[in-house]
């Protein structure tokens, strides 16, 4: 109850719905239709500049994803192009050290025949060296021989 005692002061703040005595409600209602179109009509403009600003960042959002698309493309033909590029390389790498490893084996096989062929030829020329060596010797028996048998005819030759 201690709320009836309320005074003037507490309802400052709070509007009034009691009816005015004045005599102009038309103009009054007017007004406030003029001020409710004003405020409808700037809601609406911060709509539009707000559908507007959104548009703007949609289609610049857009272009920049388009322009990342572009860029992933590139990006993938490059690296496709590279990947190509890299496996022919590859390729001819391998196909170079194919032919290497056959010449390597080649020159190998060269080597070892040559080498066959040499001990072949020491081989000869020792039997050669020991041919001459007994013809040599046979020589020598031979020429003393004839000499020992006739001992004018070394006094003779002397």
Do not use: H
Not at 25 to 39: F, M
Not at 99 to 108: D, K, L
């Amino acid at each position: 109850m201690a709320q009836l005692n309320r005074t003037k002061a507490d309802f400052e703040n709070v509007s009034s719905f009691v009816r005015r005595s004045e005599p102009n409600w038309g103009s009054t209602a007017l007004d406030l239709v003029y001020q409710a179109a004003e405020l409808f009509n700037d809601i609406e403009q911060r709509a539009y500049e707000t559908e507007a600003r959104s548009k703007a960042m949609c289609e610049t959002a857009a272009e920049k994803l388009r322009l990342a698309e572009a860029r992933a493309n590139s990006a993938e033909q490059s690296r496709r192009e590279i990947i190509t590029e890299v496996e022919a390389k590859l390729q001819a790498a391998s196909r170079a050290l194919m032919q290497a490893g056959v010449q390597i084996s080649a020159a190998e096989d060269k080597a070892t025949a040559a080498e066959v062929r040499a001990q072949l030829a020491e081989a000869k020329a020792r039997e050669a060296v020991a041919a001459l060596a007994l013809v040599e010797g046979a020589i020598r028996k031979q020429l003393l021989r004839t000499n020992s048998s006739s001992p004018e005819d070394f006094g003779a030759t002397a």
